[in-house]
């Protein structure tokens, strides 16, 4: 029985809801059809494509293979971890063997991030807490500067392993195989070669024992790329001068030629820094790219990651995702792309000026790795805070950069002899052909 309060059902024929054409998307959409650069973004493996994170390690307690005792530590020199117990030594994996890193890089399709390369929670905390399974007493890790700690009951040596959002623990390590002794006498030599024009306070306190041992973050990323290159290149025809005297002048008369280039590369292991305090190049207020200078590291020997290789050690927390280091990925991909052209423009001897790029990043892989730095700063005070100065050695070959602090009127004087020196040469060269 129906209702009389209820409207009567609306007529069928056109203009009536069941004659409304589909909504988009009610059909399956062929992907075939799509134009490439969205089939291509639909097609891109899942963001968080490769899985780093060590089952075995999740309750923090790294154990000898063979005894099973928790106090482990690097061996010297070399990327072997041995038991403090039993003296047993191991090598740990390969992070490119043990997930084929280093494979199918020209095949590589949209974004694939690692575990320990994912976005940084917003609410992630720097305090992580176990429980002993020795003793059941709680065991506290500051991530912020530290990866491992001491139950103060047991003696259970506890290290940070599970991938937690807070950007402290990565996917592989690089190991320290120079010493602090041989960093501290690489640093002595680099100074004692620049102590002429060192500034006198630097001189007075400079105490390369104070040198650290640091593990820094950085996104090690593969890249898939192309790129396209157009400007003007000159090939000189003639040369000639003009004028006589004081008002002589050279001219050049060249040919110029519309030049483009196409390049497909990719790029293995290429290091960004993925500390922001880092990656502040403001060489106003630091030397921050210093740090740059003493690359490259053997990142194809990174291990898979293990706190036992911290022990000691301080390490920086990483801060920066993938999304922010992007635009940095892509000035250094160009940078690459106009080194691989320009081979094919040596013809142009008087130069090709490359008046518009393109870059097309078809598939990129990251991972987060630590790198190992002895480092040495100074601070010198002065205006905006001072300027902050580092001495770095890479932890792996022994490369040593830094900068040292210097007495300008020291540098002006220097200038100043030399080149009156070189005016007084000059002199005795024309007074004797004369």
């Known amino acids: 029985m129906s209702n009389a309060n209820t409207p009567p059902a609306p007529p069928a024929g056109p203009g009536s809801p069941r004659d409304v054409p589909p909504l988009p998307g009610s059909f399956p959409i062929d992907q075939a059809t799509l134009p490439e650069p969205i089939r291509e973004?639909?097609?891109a493996p899942d963001p968080v494509a490769i899985d780093t994170a060590a089952a075995e390690l999740k309750d923090g307690l790294n154990r000898c293979p063979k005894c099973g005792a928790t106090d482990i530590r690097q061996k010297p020199g070399s990327d072997l971890l041995i038991c403090q117990y039993c003296r047993n030594e191991w090598h740990g994996a390969r992070v490119e063997e043990e997930f084929g890193l280093g494979q199918g890089i020209d095949q590589l399709k949209g974004t694939v991030i690692a575990s320990g390369a994912r976005d940084i929670a917003a609410d992630s905390a720097s305090l992580m807490s176990f429980k002993c399974t020795g003793c059941g007493a709680e065991v506290t890790v500051n991530t912020e500067s530290a990866m491992t700690a001491r139950c103060h009951w047991c003696r259970h040596v506890f290290g940070v392993n599970e991938q937690v959002p807070n950007g402290a623990v990565p996917d592989a390590v690089l190991p320290f195989h120079i010493s602090k002794d041989d960093a501290v006498a690489r640093i002595r030599q680099f100074v004692g070669k620049r102590q002429l024009f060192a500034l006198k306070a630097f001189k007075e306190q400079f105490t390369p024992e104070n040198v650290v041992a640091v593990y820094m973050p950085y996104m090690i990323v593969d890249g898939n790329a192309s790129?396209?290159?157009?400007?003007?290149g000159e090939i000189k025809t003639r040369e000639y001068t003009q004028g006589s005297g004081d008002n002589k002048k050279t001219y050049y008369d060249a040919d110029v030629y519309q030049v483009g280039r196409h390049v497909d590369f990719?790029?293995?292991?290429?290091?960004?820094e993925s500390s922001s305090e880092r990656g502040n190049l403001d060489t106003r207020v630091n030397t921050n790219n210093i740090i740059n200078t003493i690359?490259?590291?053997?990142?194809?020997n990174a291990v898979k990651w293990n706190a036992s290789y911290l022990v000691g050690i301080t390490s920086e927390k990483r801060d920066s995702d993938v999304e922010q280091l992007r635009p940095r990925l892509e000035d250094q991909l160009?940078?690459?792309?106009?080194?691989q052209v320009q081979a094919s423009t040596s013809r142009y001897d008087r130069g090709v000026r490359w008046e518009h790029e393109r870059?097309?990043?078809?598939?990129?892989?990251?991972?987060?790795?630590?790198l190992p730095v002895w480092l040495y700063s100074y601070h010198q005070p002065g205006s905006n805070g001072g300027m902050l100065h580092y001495i770095a050695v890479n932890g792996r070959t022994g490369e040593t950069m830094g900068s040292v602090p210097i007495q300008q009127w020291k540098l002006l004087m220097a200038a100043i002899t030399v080149g009156t020196f070189l005016e007084g040469i000059a002199l005795w060269i024309l007074g004797s052909s004369s």
């Open 41 to 43: 973004e639909l097609l």
């Open 227 to 232: 790129a396209d290159v157009a400007g003007q």
């Open 266 to 272: 990719t790029v293995d292991d290429l290091p960004l």
């Open 295 to 300: 690359l490259p590291f053997d990142t194809k």
């Open 334 to 339: 160009l940078s690459i792309a106009r080194a």
């Open 359 to 370: 870059l097309d990043v078809h598939g990129t892989r990251w991972v987060s790795m630590y």
